[in-house]
């Protein structure tokens, strides 16, 4: 069956790096749409980050761009999220998401904290 789970995550100073992961078993990644999403305390979900089949990528928010990247591993079948200089504001839970039938991972927490 369809599976997504997130690794990586943790906690960081600000101005700091973290790599998640999410490892897919049951399907190709490389044949969906897949997204990453976040989660702060107390506020929606909001979009981080599409990866598309082709391989081409969005950067959703403003803030967000040049500072994260999103990318796959075909052979890993793993899709990530590359943050560098983390904020305080990105301290979040974030998800993997394959929107084909709504597949959600467990979430990975990030706090960026000094």
């Known amino acids: 069956q369809v599976k997504l789970v997130e690794s990586g995550g943790g906690l960081v100073q600000p101005g700091g790096s973290l790599r998640l992961s999410c490892a897919a078993s049951?399907?190709?990644?490389?044949?969906?749409?897949m997204k990453w999403y976040r989660q702060a305390p107390g506020k929606e979900r909001e979009l981080v980050a599409t990866?598309?089949?082709?391989?081409?990528?969005?950067i959703n928010a403003d803030d967000m761009k040049g500072r994260f990247t999103i990318s796959r591993d075909n052979t890993k079948n793993t899709v990530y999220l590359q943050m560098i200089n983390l904020k305080p504001e990105d301290t979040a839970v974030y998800y993997c998401?394959?929107?084909?039938?709504?597949?959600w991972g467990q979430g990975t927490q990030v706090t960026v904290s000094s």
């Open positions: 990866i598309r089949p082709q391989g081409d990528s969005i």
């Open positions: 998401h394959r929107p084909t039938r709504n597949y």
């Open positions: 049951g399907f190709t990644v490389s044949l969906y749409i």
